[in-house]
């Protein structure tokens, strides 16, 4: 993929060992600016360990992670720790759902705003001009996001009481609060119904297109990632095996035999 | 219920079995004969049958309860008496005046040492909203809280003894010295979590025992440091009753204070980062909170509130020495903050009072004090996990803005 000039995320030849594991394998990856971007593969592929190193939860063993922020000057991001990676702009939810369980559902986004907002403890003891004013732009951008994810009614609501389907959406709101310029969802829709599937795909589109956000998400339902992306990566074995459109993806023979050509066909 | 009675009879006669021996039995080795005191058996069986009732009893009504919250019937329902007592005005207003009058008569109806006792439980009070900061909001386990105490006790009396520095320039100082403690101690600890976390911070809290008991020339070991004054009032002259009348205002402000200020921490951009952060770290830090920055605040500023109590304590007990900073001192603070409930400010005050003086006015039970703590523990964390009061996390406001704007 040459480097366009709206690129956004431009990952080189990632690689991580764990020990002696190789779980990621000089992996090439891009994204740009309105782009629904799809990483997909058998469980067990390194597609969860990819993230953690584009977002800073691992350190990478090779490779370079470059971000081109829009109207930024581009960074070398690889072994920051995750606050600035999120800060930078590039904000993630978790395959195995990590809310704040007891707290409240506005408060999980409002942490979000975290690194946006400036107010330090003796702000917070003073209560000045400005911390009220940053709280209140706090509150209500929250709520705003919890309007678009649709949870608005469950705002004062503890975390750990909403269904598993709410809870995703809650992870998307909170990383929304935090204005990234990328989304990386790792697998939004597992364990949702066809129903919630169908919704958590219009409401990805329209994150793309309203909130000129780009997406890069793992996702097992191919249902969901051939309708919606607008290229595919897939690993297998911590190696990249393949990329284009879903078209391609679907004709693929190599894709076909890494999934047994069991689930392709949806 | 039939059921119930039968087995707690058996458990009356199990505990008269094993007791038998140890309360029945009694060799008199002077007039080599044996007692034989029945009474006793009686009183066991007694009182084994009804502890094992209500025991059963309440393991049922607990069951019942978390039954009810599967199948969907909130708590939020029965909100309990103390959630309302803090929600409907009409009820706290009165509440929060006649505490208020009974706080400012109490010094003026009660005698000079009972006085002194409350400015005892009210400095474990500031310990326990402290602590609680750490430990209840941002969940770091803190072994080792006396540590900052005593950094705050001797900050006083070192300075006051070498270099005659008074109760008001050291109270701001003891307080700022708790908080630099508490970031150098919190560095080497950032990363750890859980049991780690507790064995180092338990370390701590031992390793300034020593330090200041072996540190002979600057605080004056284990003979401690006497003659410290007690707080001035713009250089009044004062004896003992109204010195410690004026103690027990002094230490009355410094809550009102600790509660106001923990409370607007509470619910702000800092408070909130310290509770995503005991909720889930990784997560806290992919959300941008930066975790160092984050963790060493808690840390600092629940030392900070142990430095002031340290000094205030030293004022008033005019001594100070190593054995006031024991683990006991420790373990104390903590049962306060959980017994109270993790993150509750008034749960955290009633919990403080209630160990303090319940000790001091039942002396029977302070010799088997940390027996009724380690059982108190017990119950609570079978019965009452969040405490005596939980936490209740506030509600926001705003969006009737939000939809105001996108009509507009
Ligand atoms: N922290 C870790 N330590 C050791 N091995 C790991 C760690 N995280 C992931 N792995 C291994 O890396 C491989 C890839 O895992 P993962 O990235 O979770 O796969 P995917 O998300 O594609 O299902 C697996 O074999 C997994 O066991
Ligand atoms: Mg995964």
């Known amino acids: ?266 | 219920m039939v059921d119930n009675i039968k087995r707690s009879l058996l458990v009356a006669l199990w505990f008269v079995f094993l007791t038998f021996p140890l309360m029945v039995v009694k060799v008199n080795t002077l007039k080599s004969i044996v007692e034989w005191r029945w009474m006793n058996m009686l009183w066991v069986a007694i009182g084994a049958f009804a502890l094992s009732l209500v025991w059963r009893w309440a393991m049922a009504r607990r069951q019942l309860k978390s039954k009810k919250a599967e199948q969907g019937e909130d708590e939020s329902v029965k909100a309990g008496f103390a959630t309302r007592l803090m929600e409907d005005p009409k009820l706290y207003k009165p509440a929060l005046i006649v505490i208020a009058l009974a706080t400012i008569v109490f010094p003026l109806v009660v005698d000079i040492y009972q006085t002194n006792i409350m400015v005892l439980a009210l400095i474990f009070v500031v310990l326990g909203l402290g602590l609680n900061v750490t430990v209840g909001l941002a969940g770091l386990l803190d072994l080792g809280y006396v540590a900052f105490f005593a950094v705050g006790a001797y900050t006083y009396g070192v300075l006051n003894s070498f270099y005659g520095l008074g109760f008001w320039t050291c109270l701001p100082i003891g307080g700022l010295m708790g908080a630099l403690f508490g970031i150098a101690l919190g560095f080497p600890i950032l990363r750890l979590r859980g049991d780690y976390l507790a064995i180092v911070t338990l370390g701590f809290g031992s390793i300034a025992k020593i330090v200041i008991e072996n540190w002979e020339e600057v605080f004056n070991g284990a003979k401690g440091i006497a003659g410290i004054p007690r707080p001035g009032f713009f250089g009044a002259e004062m004896n003992i009753t109204s010195a410690t009348t004026y103690t027990y205002y002094l230490m009355i402000l410094m809550v009102v204070f600790a509660i106001f200020i923990t409370n607007r921490l509470k619910d702000s951009r800092i408070g909130r980062a310290w509770m995503a952060l005991r909720e889930d770290e990784i997560a806290c830090v992919a959300m941008g909170v930066d975790m160092a920055k984050t963790k060493l605040g808690a840390y600092a500023f629940g030392a900070f509130w142990a430095g002031l109590a340290g000094v205030i304590f030293a004022a008033r007990n005019t001594y100070i020495n190593p054995n006031s900073f024991t683990f006991m001192e420790s373990a104390l603070v903590l049962s306060i903050v959980v017994m109270g409930g993790m993150g509750s400010i008034i749960g955290v005050i009633i919990a403080a009072l209630v160990l303090i003086l319940m000790p001091e006015y039942l002396r029977a039970f302070s010799e088997y004090r940390m027996l009724m703590f380690g059982a108190v523990m017990v119950l609570m964390m079978i019965f009452r996990p969040e405490g005596l009061i939980a936490n209740v996390r506030r509600k926001y406001t705003g969006r009737k803005v939000t939809t105001e704007d996108a009509n507009a």
């Open chain 1, 1 to 266: 993929m040459p480097e366009t000039n709206n690129t956004l995320l431009e990952v080189k030849n990632l690689t991580m060992d764990f020990g002696g594991l190789r779980a990621v394998d000089a992996v090439s990856l891009s994204v740009s600016a309105g782009e629904i971007v799809a990483l997909i593969g058998p469980n067990g592929a390194g597609k969860t360990t990819f993230f953690n190193c584009v977002t800073g939860i691992y350190k990478p063993t090779k490779g370079d992670v470059l971000v081109h922020p829009p109207e930024k000057k581009s960074q070398k991001i690889n072994g920051f720790k995750s606050n600035r990676v999120t800060t930078i702009g590039m904000a993630r939810t978790f395959q195995n759902i990590r809310l704040f369980q007891n707290m409240t559902v506005l408060e999980n986004v409002m942490i979000g705003r975290h690194c946006r907002t400036t107010t330090n403890i003796v702000g917070a003891i003073l209560r000045g001009k400005k911390t009220k004013r940053q709280e209140r732009e706090t509150v209500e951008r929250s709520y705003e996001l919890l309007e678009k994810v649709g949870l608005v009614d469950d705002a004062d609501e503890f975390a750990k009481n909403l269904p598993y389907g709410a809870q995703r959406r809650l992870e998307i709101a909170r990383a929304m609060a935090t204005d990234p310029f990328l989304l990386l969802l790792d697998e939004p829709a597992a364990g949702m119904n066809p129903q919630e599937t169908k919704d958590l795909d219009e409401l990805i589109v329209r994150i793309r297109d309203t909130e000129k956000i780009a997406i890069l998400l793992i996702e097992h339902d191919m249902k969901l990632v051939m309708n919606i992306s607008d290229r595919i990566y897939v690993m297998e074995y911590g190696k990249e095996i393949a990329q284009g459109a879903p078209m391609d993806i679907r004709n693929n023979p190599k894709v076909i035999e890494a999934y047994l050509g069991e689930e392709t066909d949806a």
